[in-house]
């Protein structure tokens, strides 16, 4: 299967706690994408990158959020000093050159929060 | 970016034709009509695209008129497992990079 990967699928943390979460785009795909959903609403846009580059960041990423994708491949997405409001499932996506709008979600990180 | 209003849910039952309707009267003229389908614990996943009349593949149909202030997405012959959220995204995503989605519209078949 050559989909989008998230790592881990899951993640239980204590508040205070750090944590990262890793993204495999596909492989010829430039742009990745992070999303943030809550139960009940739709994915929240967090940030996205086209090859290397972060482009653009929500003002829904605070300071204790960051996201990084060296060399343009993976990405991880690392939230500091984590606080019970950050349980969410983290999603992220790719998408290839020249078909922006058709973006491929992979099965997300769910993160709780205690 | 466009605003899409969509109905909260729907219900229907097997076998029938379900048609959900976005309205987004703020469209722009770059701006595509995308709509993607989401299963509880997963990503969502892309349905169909469109920037004026009808577009249909294996999937579903997106019909859009003149204006383009609206556009209905239609699944023929539903059956259980097409139970989802459904969204209707509008955006020229070229020049913002990002796609905005709104609550969607969840769409219960019942047998």
């Known amino acids: 299967d050559t989909g989008v990967s998230q790592d881990p699928r899951h993640k239980i943390t204590k508040r205070g706690q750090n944590v990262t979460f890793r993204c495999d785009p596909i492989?010829?795909?430039?742009?990745l994408y992070w999303y943030r959903q809550t139960l009940g609403q739709g994915p929240e846009f967090l940030t996205y990158?086209?090859?290397?580059?972060?482009?653009?960041k929500s003002r829904l990423l605070s300071d204790r959020f960051s996201a990084e994708r060296p060399k343009g491949s993976f990405s991880t997405l690392e939230i500091q000093r984590t606080e019970q409001g950050d349980s969410a499932m983290y999603l992220c996506a790719s998408s290839p050159p020249g078909a922006n709008e058709k973006l491929f979600f992979g099965s997300g990180t769910q993160l709780s929060v205690l | 970016l466009a605003k899409t209003t969509q109905p909260i849910s729907m219900d229907s039952y097997e076998g029938q034709e379900v048609n959900i309707t976005c309205s987004h009267n703020n469209i722009a003229t770059n701006d595509y009509i995308t709509w993607y389908q989401q299963f509880p614990s997963q990503g969502p996943r892309f349905i169909i695209q469109g920037y004026k009349t009808k577009v249909t593949n294996e999937v579903a149909s997106l019909f859009i008129p003149a204006d383009r202030k609206s556009s209905t997405l239609s699944l023929p012959r539903v059956s259980l497992s097409d139970t989802a959220v459904y969204y209707c995204l509008v955006g020229d995503i070229g020049n913002t990079g990002k796609l905005i989605f709104g609550q969607g519209t969840t769409l219960q078949v019942k047998p």
């Open positions: 990158f086209q090859n290397e580059a972060q482009l653009e």
């Open positions: 492989s010829e795909h430039n742009r």
